[in-house]
């Protein structure tokens, strides 16, 4: 495995889940890109293959959480909130979690 493009494509991926799941949501989208260029920052003086895996692993996790289990709400007035359920949320099989393939 090439490292690097391996690195570069999961913060893609982890970056564009964030995009989508905090969509409209000014504050949330800074702070979580804040966030996902933090934790990879620490990473970058890691050289051994196996926890380099390992964090690509964690960040595929975290982009497929973003994806398929976080709901995004609006607060609609006091006490209210409308949920952004999207067929991404959801699966017919109640033994498999949304996303799992």
Do not use: C, W
């Amino acid at each position: 495995m090439r490292t690097r493009p391996a690195v570069l494509a999961a913060f893609r991926r982890l970056m564009r889940a964030r995009e989508l799941a905090f969509k409209g949501d000014a504050e949330m989208t800074t702070q979580s890109r804040l966030a996902v260029r933090e934790e990879f920052a620490k990473g970058r003086a890691v050289t051994d293959p196996a926890q380099i895996t390992e964090m690509i692993g964690g960040a595929d996790e975290a982009a497929h959480m973003l994806l398929h289990q976080l709901v995004q709400g609006k607060r609609k007035g006091e006490g209210q909130y409308e949920m952004d359920v999207q067929a991404r949320h959801t699966t017919m099989d109640p033994n498999k979690m949304p996303g799992d393939p």
